[in-house]
């Protein structure tokens, strides 16, 4: 079985792979003073709970956003799981050719979510991904990472309001029943919830309009769902597409090695 491990600012995501099968997800909070034991203490207890036994995982993957626990998590697969992961990241072959000005720029699970829709949905694709950052990916119709844009999360935009506002407060991030507001309340989940919708509609029609009309739209991460249930734009939401792509990844590095010569696990 294979786990992979997306890194994110915010949550860290898991999940178990049997060959092209996942069978289990888990969702963590990322929390960069968190030691390797600590982290490979609550994988090893969490992986029973859906009937993985830790002694099954056979390889890992990682990508990561967070610098801090990227070491974090490389020593917790050795000394936990008795073998180095696959961390994405610079030489590491994702059959993704990257465009950028500065391919090192790119985040690695911008690469991943790149391979993985190319592999589902063919090309040319535009990736948003709901995360800490709302992130919009261009691939092209040969699958070449062309770039995008990176915009302020959902939650973030809720917390900076109301960090930086003397009277407005949280609100539960839901959908009001008109965009006019008529409570304060109401008011703030308009502007955000609405707003950025219409921002990811905008958005999508700019790229569509420098890539090509019949450019397929993918939406993934956290919110997804909830953006999903306001707009039309998206052809398809996939909660596990960062997954997938450190799936297709791996296996890109593993028939390589073996073309090689090389089985040892990565």
């Not at 609550?42 to 036994?53: D, E, T």
């Not at 502007?191 to 019949?214: N, P, S, T």
């Not at 734009?233 to 593993?254: H, K």
Request: aromatic share 6%; proline share 4%; net charge negative.
């Amino acid at each position: 079985m294979l786990l992979a491990i997306d890194v994110g600012n915010t949550n860290v995501t898991m999940g178990v792979f049997r060959e092209e099968e996942l069978v289990a997800t888990w969702r963590l909070a990322t929390d960069t003073h968190k030691l390797p034991d600590e982290y490979g203490l609550l994988i090893r207890s969490l992986l029973p709970l859906k009937g993985v036994a830790p002694q099954d995982v056979h390889s890992i993957a990682i990508c990561s956003v967070v610098p801090p626990l990227t070491q974090v998590f490389e020593d917790l697969s050795n000394t936990y799981f008795g073998f180095p992961p696959l961390v994405v990241g610079t030489g590491t072959r994702t059959g993704v050719r990257i465009l950028y000005e500065n391919p090192r720029d790119v985040g690695a699970d911008r690469v991943v979510d790149a391979a993985a829709a190319y592999s589902l949905y063919g090309g040319p694709v535009i990736v948003v991904d709901f995360g800490t950052a709302t992130v919009f990916d261009a691939i092209s119709r040969d699958g070449d990472y062309l770039g995008g844009a990176i915009a302020s999360g959902i939650a973030l935009t809720a917390e900076a309001l109301y960090e930086r506002t003397s009277q407005l407060r949280r609100v539960e991030l839901i959908p009001p029943k008109t965009a006019i507001g008529r409570n304060t309340a109401a008011a703030i989940q308009s502007g955000i919830l609405f707003g950025h919708v219409g921002m990811v509609e905008a958005m999508v029609h700019r790229f569509k309009a420098e890539i090509g009309e019949h450019t397929k739209v993918v939406a993934t991460g956290g919110l997804a769902a909830l953006i999903q249930k306001e707009t039309s734009v998206f052809d398809a939401v996939n909660a596990n597409l960062t997954l997938i792509g450190l799936r297709l990844i791996y296996q890109l590095n593993a028939d390589t090695k073996k073309e090689h010569g090389d089985e040892r696990h990565e």
